[in-house]
DNA sequence: TTGAAAGCGCTAACAA
DNA sequence: TTGTTAGCGCTTTCAA
């Protein structure tokens, strides 16, 4: 039923080593050869099982990427658009792309374990890296190729491409100050996450640079989701001296806190102004559409993946490790501070 | 390097065979060769090659899902929750998922052709069933075991979970006739997506139902997103007589729809009212807070999964068909027709 | 330019 | 209860 070399072998009268030669397009083999085989093995509709082609040549021509899910219902558009571009890069370089998605914490590191011990995959793209990351130590002491989408702190040391967070929210806080607001809050994620860290890291820069006082009360730790901006932007909001301007870590944080305030009657750009961080595609129709800082996320995807896919090759890197500039995005939700 | 049965077997002194067997727990196995052949096994770090697994054993012990990719900036959230339903249950039931990610047309068919000739997977979960869907012929013919989350034409017969829109949306309808509506619109997706099919559907049985006249000026298309819910509620809203609700088919769109009022001024939920469909974790925090139906993605994701595993080991499916009420979420976005 | 034969690591039919 | 042997489909020496 299903055509193997054999097969061809017997049709064409060639033994299977030739068939198998012919097809590879070795050089050895009489172009009238080839074109028998490869006219009969389309005939026969032949397709190589890739299991034995696996056993042979020990390799899988397949990538991992495990998503970390975060909660129950995990919604994220974030990883929708860095995983097609993985897995349109992945697909055009003809490898294929195994996913898993797991909750950060131990049964995470076992889907990598599964993944490593079973030779199932050639090379890991990881994403959202963290500061004390389990999954780096993991993949370094068993010598999987990788490129993450995020760094690590200084003295961990791999290839990955990353948005510069740190610069992207010193912009962010600039513009702000340039619209004359003094009182400017952060809603952060946990600085476990390294891409939590760098931004937050920027926001305090940004207002020394700008000439502004940290204030802690102003910093409040989110966990990503709308919920959580709405949250924490409500706590900001019942402080006596509330803030004018909140730079929330992402976009959908950066929602909910838009929620939070017109819950109040605020008009957010007039009243308060309201910050995200990534540019989803929400964030231009959102009302009022969000400033915002921008990151490729489809391009990210597939830089990592072909990093990861040269590595594999054993072919050298270009750029071991990039830093992308993220752009600022003026919309209407930030605005002059009223007097 | 990597240990292989021929290692333990060495070490036991026992054959490759008996070796195979023991871990494979056999009853014919005494028990002290197994516990030998294990104590040696986990000594040495083995764990099984499962590409010589799968060439022996035919099968890949892996499901393939293929994501379409709507636009180059594909962020559905609606998919990722979906992603991680199939893929913890894949997981725990000791399958791979392999993910392939393509834009709805030509080269769709390939990743299915190259999935299902090159034998990579063992079934397919298949999403968002399209009225003429290549896909289904394609794996219908090709004999693959395969579930759907979505159903197709009457005619073509095959195993799915679907929610059931065409009730969601007149429930929607009641609920926003009940509330003193009288000119209701509706901004669907192409009918070519099965699911905008029943939903609209729903939408016109619905205005039957409650003896509201149905106006085609009101049915507008939309493309899922965001920014072409904002679009065509725009347009409705320029219309001489605008509709005092809108109903949107999916929570994307009606977030677009909700910018496209509050940019004019309006209140939602006072002046204007719009639902949407799925209630995304975004439609609890958004503002208003959005009245929508619910979709339990992450259990459906599961759902499909597992049955589709039970198909692919032969067994028979307790439900081949199975389809959910959404349930109405009213939220704030709708709210008593201001007369 | 081609073919025979070995082997990748595993499972399973058959024999002992 | 165990071992021998064959074979899954492929690639790759080695020899002709």
């Known amino acids: 039923m299903v055509v193997t070399l054999k097969d061809i072998a017997k049709e064409t009268g060639k033994s299977i080593t030739t068939v198998s030669r012919a ?18 093995a389309s005939e026969l509709g032949y397709t190589p099982n890739i299991f034995a082609q696996r056993l042979q040549k020990q390799n899988t021509d397949t990538i991992g990427l495990i998503i970390p899910t975060y909660g129950p ?4 558009p974030f990883f929708s658009e860095l995983l097609a571009g993985v897995g349109n890069r992945a ?14 914490g131990d049964y995470e590191i076992e889907a990598y374990c599964s993944m490593t011990q079973g030779r ?13 990351d389990a999954r780096v130590e993991c993949l370094q002491k068993s010598g999987y190729p990788f490129v993450a989408f995020g760094r690590a ?3 961990i040391n791999f290839p990955f491409v990353d948005e510069d967070g740190t610069y992207g929210m010193k912009t962010v806080v600039e513009h702000l100050a340039s619209l004359g607001h003094q009182r400017i809050a952060c809603i952060a994620p946990s600085s476990e996450l390294m891409f939590a860290h760098y931004r937050l890291q920027g926001f305090i820069e940004g207002l020394a640079e700008v000439g502004l006082e940290a204030d802690d009360s102003l910093i409040l730790i989110g966990d990503l989701t709308q919920r959580s901006g709405y949250e924490q932007a409500n706590k900001l909001l019942d402080l006596p001296s509330p803030p004018t301007a909140i730079a929330a870590c992402n976009d959908l944080m950066a929602f909910g806190a838009i929620s939070a305030a017109q819950e109040r009657g605020l008009v957010v750009g007039k009243d308060i102004s309201i910050t995200g961080f990534d540019n989803i595609p929400m964030a231009e129709y959102s009302h009022p559409p969000l400033t915002t800082l921008h990151q490729p996320l489809y391009q990210i995807g597939g830089m990592v993946c072909e990093m990861l896919i040269h590595l594999i090759r054993g072919e050298s890197l270009e750029r071991e490790q990039t830093l992308l500039k993220p752009e600022l995005i003026i919309r209407q939700s930030s605005g002059l501070l009223r007097s």
Chains 1, 2 share one sequence.
Do not use: I
């Open 120 to 132: 199932r995959v050639d090379g890991f793209v990881l994403v959202r890296t963290r500061r004390k």
């Open 91 to 104: 697909a055009s370089l003809g490898y294929d792309l195994l996913v898993s998605t797991r909750a950060p």
């Open 153 to 155: 702190e200084e003295n």
């Open 73 to 76: 219902r995990f919604s994220d």
């Open 23 to 40: 097809l590879n397009d070795y050089d050895e083999v009489s172009s009238a050869t080839k074109e028998l085989v490869h006219r009969v």
